[in-house]
């Protein structure tokens, strides 16, 4: 298994993100670092602490604790009502028993970047601050990581928090804009591919049938399940970022350098995609303020589903 971490607001896609993870043998998780996001930072860790202790892995993988306010921004409050008012729907999961890490996930990040030099794959399904901080303390972290796949903006499609802006991206954009114009390889999984894989009725069904292993998953599914009252189901964000780590074939995805909207409230958040292999005059991509030399780098940018089926997997 190659080395892993997951970067996380949990919140109940993301606790579904992990245990997929888990699940699917591929991944030797290093660290379980949280973010705030969903919920406030303090939250994220202590969930994310139950969580490992409720998916088996309590004292294994270490859980670290998050940045607790965007890089420049003053704290958001983060609306409950996709996750819950404590982050997990209604559940009330027994605390972690394994001692506190006092690193935190940013010094994490940094010092599994070193030990696993151009090996080390990072998945960040909540809000890129934990990143942004690394990259910023040390801009090796660049180089360093072999993959950055993250859940987060929406390029072509409408957002989920604004008409405009992913609740991830808007959450905390300088993040978004810092990581993009790293220079780090990455791949952006935004609401244009994870709006196409739902989770509807028939798959609830089938987690309400799998037994205690899935008990936990099927009542979270159930709670975001109801709060997304989709007719068509409810978006798999986080586990779709997971799956992408391991196999792009879940999306489609075009090379292209990704803009995010750091300066007017209005379109805080805001993610504009920028095609590489677009009739755009190279000096649109190139040379405009717009897209200035800090936004240059290309990334892979996911616009849809791709031919492999997430919802089944
Ligand atoms: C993202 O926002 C969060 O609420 C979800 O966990 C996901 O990471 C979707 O916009
Ligand atoms: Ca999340």
């Known amino acids: 298994p190659a080395p892993i971490v997951l970067d996380s607001d949990p919140g109940i896609d993301d606790a579904v993100a992990l245990q997929y993870l888990l699940g699917t043998g591929l991944w030797d998780l290093k660290a379980y670092t949280t973010v705030g996001g969903n919920v406030p930072s303090e939250q994220t860790f202590r969930n994310g602490r139950a969580l490992a202790r409720a998916f088996g892995i309590d004292g294994g993988v270490p859980v670290h604790r998050g940045a607790g306010r965007p890089l420049t921004r003053l704290p958001y409050?983060?609306?409950?009502?996709?996750?819950?008012?404590?982050?997990?729907?209604?559940?009330v999961l027994p605390d972690s028993t394994a001692p506190e890490q006092t690193?935190?996930?940013?010094?994490?990040?940094?010092?599994?970047?070193?030990?696993?030099?151009?090996e080390l794959t990072v998945c960040a399904t909540g809000p890129l601050t934990n990143v942004a901080l690394a990259l910023s303390e040390d801009p090796g972290f660049a180089r360093r990581v072999k993959h950055l796949?993250?859940?987060?903006?929406?390029?072509?499609?409408?957002g989920n928090i604004t008409p405009v802006a992913e609740f991830n991206a808007w959450a905390d954009p300088d993040?978004?804009?810092?990581?993009?114009?790293?220079?780090?390889?990455?791949?952006?999984?935004?609401l244009d591919a994870t709006h196409g894989w739902r989770f509807g009725a028939k798959e609830l069904?089938?987690?309400?049938?799998?037994?205690?292993?899935?008990?936990l998953t099927a009542r979270l599914m159930s709670f975001y399940l109801n709060a997304y009252r989709a007719d068509e189901?409810?978006?798999?964000?986080?586990?779709?970022?997971?799956?992408?780590?391991?196999?792009?074939?879940?999306?489609t995805a075009a090379e292209g350098t990704v803009v995010v909207e750091c300066a007017?409230?209005?379109?805080?958040?805001?993610?504009?995609?920028?095609?590489?292999?677009?009739?755009?005059?190279?000096?649109?991509?190139?040379?405009?303020?717009l897209v200035n030399a800090r936004t240059r780098h290309r990334g892979r940018i996911a616009l849809g589903t791709g031919p492999r089926n997430f919802t089944e997997d």
């Open 77 to 91: 409050s983060a609306a409950g009502e996709f996750h819950g008012a404590a982050g997990l729907g209604t559940e």
């Open 103 to 118: 690193e935190s996930s940013t010094q994490a990040l940094l010092r599994l970047s070193r030990a696993y030099e151009g």
């Open 149 to 158: 796949v993250f859940m987060g903006g929406a390029a072509e499609v409408p």
């Open 175 to 190: 993040a978004v804009d810092l990581v993009v114009s790293s220079g780090i390889r990455y791949t952006m999984v935004g």
């Open 205 to 215: 069904e089938i987690l309400e049938e799998a037994g205690q292993d899935m008990a």
């Open 233 to 251: 189901g409810c978006p798999l964000h986080d586990p779709l970022a997971v799956g992408v780590c391991a196999d792009e074939s879940f999306v």
């Open 264 to 289: 007017s409230e209005l379109t805080r958040g805001k993610t504009v995609f920028i095609p590489y292999d677009a009739d755009y005059p190279r000096e649109y991509y190139v040379e405009s303020p």
